[in-house]
Structure formats: structure tokens, C-alpha cells
Nanobody, 121 residues
Framework: QVQLAESGGGLVQAGGSLRLSCAASGSRFSIRGMGWYRQAPGKQRELVARVLSGGSTNYADSMKGRFTISTVNANNTVYLQMNSLKPEDTAVYYC???????????????WGQGTLVTVSS
């Protein structure tokens, strides 16, 4: 089984920056991709950004140019650098990973517990 541990959320003023981290742990697994999603109060969870094991990335349109996703495959960690934050970025940010055990070709998903990002105006 794989578990995700997130860190880096907090309170920041509009225009500020935060960096989120998410580390995957477990034994004998392979990750196909990792990503960040967010859920604001009263809204559905939405994609922020994701990166595949080959390095390709994609972003939600509203985050392009402000957020950067990166990964260190060697330690199965993904980062989300968030710049020029806006009050509307306030949400719980969730890490997501698509993984499989080494002895099984069926991929599955796992979610982190979420980290709160609050952007004040």
C-alpha cells in the first residue's frame, strides 16, 4: 500500500507564495504520475496540476504561469510552487498518486489527507 504525506499549507497574503510537498511511501511500488487537486468550500474538487513519470505536465488554465509542479522521482516526491496567490486560491489542496504494486499491473489511486491553503486579501 502507498501513503501520501503532504506539507506546506498555511496562511499567506494575496500576491505571496507557498510551496507544497507530497511524499509517497510504501514498499515495492511504481508510480505512474502524481498531481495536486484542490477543493474550495462549496465547490467540487478540481485539478490543479499533474506530472507523469516521464516528466510531462499539465495544468488547469487558471494556474498556468503562477503554479509550477515538479517531482523528484528518486524519492517519489512532488512539489507545487504557488506564486502570485489570490484569495480565490483558498482551498484544501490534495495530493494524488496513480501507482501499482511491482507484482501487479493494475494501477490504482491514492489521496493525501489534504493541506489547507488560505490566501487573505
Amino acid at each position: 500500500q502507498v501513503q501520501l504525506a503532504e506539507s506546506g499549507g498555511g496562511l499567506v497574503q494575496a500576491g505571496g507564495s507557498l510551496r507544497l510537498s507530497c511524499a509517497a511511501s510504501g514498499s515495492r511500488f511504481s508510480i505512474r504520475g502524481m498531481g495536486w487537486y484542490r477543493q474550495a468550500p462549496g465547490k467540487q474538487r478540481e485539478l490543479v496540476a499533474r506530472v507523469l513519470s516521464g516528466g510531462s505536465t499539465n495544468y488547469a488554465d487558471s494556474m498556468k504561469g503562477r503554479f509550477t509542479i515538479s517531482t523528484v522521482n528518486a524519492n517519489n516526491t512532488v512539489y507545487l510552487q504557488m506564486n502570485s496567490l489570490k484569495p480565490e486560491d483558498t482551498a484544501v489542496y490534495y495530493c494524488n498518486a496513480r501507482w501499482r504494486p511491482l507484482d501487479n499491473y493494475m494501477y490504482r489511486e491514492v489521496w493525501g489527507q489534504g493541506t489547507l491553503v488560505t490566501v487573505s486579501s
